[in-house]
């Protein structure tokens, strides 16, 4: 196993120590090597953190990156939607698309063409 791939447990308990909740995080990472084994996990039960670096967004960067980092994105949440999405009368799980580099994001104009190409590609509204 890819060693910066782990999962994290989590324990939370609430006012009766019996009744603890268990959380489990899994790091995914998009390796490719692992892409054929990710539907196993993708459950209607979870939820979904779909992170990516908004610096390859930015308006005047690299297209090439660009177009990479859109891909990998629509490509997790057409994952998730199919092996998670709403199925009959059961409602599908919750998806948070995460931008990382807020930082270097320097202007609302530059965050605004960011959540635009985004919402183009993946097709979802943005809260």
Known sequence: MNPRSHILTLVAIRSQPWAAQVLSVW??????LFSSLHHIFLTPEGIYLVVFDMRLLLPGGDPVRRR????????WCNSIFVFAGPKGDQQGAPVLLVGTCLDEVSSPTELDAVCSSVEDEVRVELY
């Open 27 to 32: 790091d995914f990472g998009g390796q490719r």
């Open 68 to 75: 990479e980092c859109l891909a990998t994105l629509v490509l």
